[in-house]
């Protein structure tokens, strides 16, 4: 039996993990917005340098999780987990017409993800999301922007 038949399950996800890192000319995919890669070393080592970093899945549950949402594909950030991958395309935001999702802004902006993902929860009780951005990044940054 070659690698890819003894671990069809984790070759699943390492090459659907490719597809949406490198989806084609014409295709599209949200992790080319948020600048997504995967790691040299599984490109050019292949599935088996992945499954060598990562171990076979503990489960048919486990899910492959970064752990920094903001960070590509590589065995420092990536795990095997029963959590439910992290959705951080879900909160949209519009700053000057510009519409974009939380991990975008994070980004522009220098700006801890998780720390302003929970900001943007107990806010969101009280206004839209790109008001609760504003009044987020106004108090951390300490400087009155204009958008």
Not at 49 to 54: E, Q, R, V
Not at 98 to 110: D, G, H, I, S, V
Request: aromatic share 10%.
């Amino acid at each position: 039996m070659t690698l890819i038949q003894d671990h069809p399950n984790e070759y699943k996800i390492y090459r659907s993990m490719l597809k949406n890192c490198n989806p084609g000319p014409n295709c599209y995919s949200s992790y080319e917005d948020k600048g997504i890669t995967v790691c040299q070393e599984w490109l050019k080592g292949g599935f088996k340098t992945f499954l060598k970093d990562m171990g076979t899945k503990p489960s048919n549950k486990h899910k492959l999780l970064r752990k920094d949402p903001l960070k590509g594909f590589n065995k420092d950030n990536c795990e095997w987990s029963l959590k439910a991958l992290r959705r951080i395309d879900n909160i949209l935001i519009t700053l000057n017409g510009t519409t974009k999702n939380l991990c975008y802004w994070c980004k522009r902006y220098n700006l801890d993800y998780g720390n302003t993902h929970r900001k943007m929860k107990r806010l969101s009780k009280e206004m839209c999301p790109t008001d609760a951005f504003k009044k987020i990044i106004k108090i951390i940054l300490n400087c009155p922007l204009t958008f």
